[in-house]
């Protein structure tokens, strides 16, 4: 699917928009720690990371959008012959929620609440995806539904209600959802544990990379 600007409405089909959770990836950061490499271009099982996320997502069945650098960029390249739609996100560094406002906007009107996932945590995949999504029908009363470790650590992905994008039009900086989701009031939030810490764990240094393929022989 072609490459859209951050000022594009979505061309995702309106029919039964307020029955979708379209999943949005993040992945328009710098990787300002990798010392030159590009952390969402990095394989694990021989596919990129970012791909291996796009996949995962596609398998919900669901629309994803892929927040990205203005191509050209190596990242546009692993997506082209996936069915997502690539959002160009110009000003990128200006950190995590404006990539995240712009996924919002993109958006089609009516649409139920947003799937938010990171490209860089490889322990999220189409089940723990799943899981969070599950957590919407089984507790309809909550606004945000979020993935986190099996001790209670709040984490990714995390699945927003409609009902919040007007807040998140105002979030500002590199932090994304986090200030929005700790000013909810109780039972707002709905926490979903995941197996052991896949919900926080990024990988953002090569040494990171280095340990986690170490590890899992990925």
Same mark, same amino acid.
């Given at each position: 699917?072609?490459?859209?600007?951050?000022?594009?409405?979505?061309?995702?089909?309106?029919?039964?928009?307020?029955?979708? =959770?379209?999943?949005?990836?993040?992945?328009?950061? #710098?990787?300002?720690?990798?010392?030159?490499?590009?952390?969402?271009?990095?394989?694990?099982?021989?596919?990129?990371?970012?791909?291996? #996320?796009?996949?995962?997502?596609?398998?919900?069945?669901?629309?994803?959008?892929?927040?990205?650098?203005?191509? !050209?960029?190596?990242?546009?390249?692993?997506?082209?012959?996936?069915?997502?739609?690539?959002?160009? =996100?110009?000003?990128?560094?200006?950190?995590?929620?404006?990539?995240?406002?712009?996924?919002?906007?993109?958006? !089609?009107?009516?649409?139920?609440? =947003?799937?938010?996932?990171?490209?860089?945590?490889?322990?999220?995949?189409? !089940?723990? +995806?799943?899981?969070? +999504?599950?957590?919407?029908?089984?507790? !309809?009363?909550? #606004?945000?539904?979020?993935?986190?470790?099996?001790?209670?650590?709040?984490?990714?992905?995390?699945?927003?209600?409609?009902?919040?994008?007007? #807040?998140?039009?105002?979030?500002?900086?590199?932090? $994304?959802?986090?200030?929005?989701?700790?000013?909810?009031?109780? $039972?707002?939030?709905?926490?979903?544990?995941?197996?052991?810490?896949?919900?926080?764990?990024?990988?953002?240094?090569?040494?990171?990379?280095?340990?986690?393929?170490?590890?899992? $022989?990925?």
């Amino acid at each position: 699917m072609a490459a859209r600007g951050a000022e594009h409405q979505s061309t995702i089909g309106m029919t039964a928009a307020a029955d979708l =959770v379209p999943v949005v990836i993040l992945a328009a950061g #710098q990787s300002r720690r990798m010392r030159g490499r590009d952390k969402l271009l990095e394989p694990l099982g021989g596919v990129a990371i970012l791909r291996r #996320q796009a996949e995962a997502a596609l398998s919900l069945g669901v629309p994803v959008i892929v927040a990205l650098p203005p191509a !050209p960029h190596p990242r546009h390249d692993l997506l082209t012959d996936l069915p997502v739609e690539r959002l160009e =996100v110009a000003d990128a560094a200006e950190g995590l929620s404006h990539s995240l406002r712009a996924a919002i906007a993109a958006l !089609p009107e009516g649409t139920a609440g =947003v799937m938010v996932m990171l490209g860089d945590l490889p322990g999220i995949g189409a !089940p723990e +995806l799943a899981t969070v +999504l599950r957590a919407r029908q089984n507790v !309809p009363d909550a #606004q945000a539904w979020q993935g986190a470790t099996e001790d209670g650590a709040p984490g990714h992905p995390i699945l927003l209600s409609s009902a919040l994008f007007p #807040q998140l039009a105002d979030l500002t900086g590199d932090v $994304g959802a986090g200030p929005l989701l700790r000013r909810l009031p109780e $039972g707002a939030r709905h926490l979903v544990p995941l197996p052991g810490l896949r919900a926080r764990h990024d990988l953002d240094t090569p040494e990171d990379w280095d340990t986690y393929r170490a590890a899992t $022989g990925l």
